[in-house]
């Protein structure tokens, strides 16, 4: 695996992938930084189109991400990440909403745990999914981050 750290608008980003496609972005100054293991090898090089797109998605000159990703979890998981996906940019969906778009309409719980194992966010866009009475609720890098990507998608805040 290798590995990079940029700055971003929202704070240190680690990027962590392998020849399969982007595996993680973390939030390093939130409370689960992720820490590159032993066997992992520092390299931006295989990172620049991920940091070219991050780079134009806080300018606001992104809406969707063109990366190979390559996510780890449980057929359930993979299957809610790939739900986020289809959010359109700027808007926003319950976790009932979600439960009902991949056919499980009682499980708005365990969507919602699946949504906060999110390796990749950001790019699989975990924070366009909101309480069901409009409220924020957890995001791995913290309310005030997830806030801020819904300013920028909805035009009412720019990071440049």
């Known amino acids: 695996m290798q590995f990079c750290t940029i700055a971003s608008p929202v704070g240190e980003l680690l990027l962590a992938g392998d020849e399969s496609g982007l595996r993680e972005v973390g939030f390093q100054d939130g409370t689960h930084p992720i820490r590159p293991q032993p066997d992992w090898r520092e390299d931006p090089r295989p990172f620049k189109k991920v940091v070219a797109q991050l780079q134009d998605y806080f300018a606001g000159q992104r809406r969707e991400f063109d990366l ?11 299957k809610v990440w790939s739900a986020l996906r289809a959010i359109p940019y700027g808007k926003t969906w319950s976790y009932g909403e979600l439960a009902r778009r991949i056919r499980k309409p009682t499980a708005s719980r365990a969507v919602g745990a699946a949504n906060g194992q999110n390796p990749i966010p950001i790019i699989v866009p975990c924070h366009r999914v909101i309480g069901a009475n409009g409220s924020l609720t957890g995001f791995g890098g913290g309310l ?3 806030r801020i990507l819904l300013e920028l998608e909805s035009g009412e805040r720019s990071l440049f």
């Open 68 to 78: 190979p990703l390559a996510p780890q979890g449980t057929p359930f998981q993979l």
């Open 144 to 146: 005030k981050i997830k």
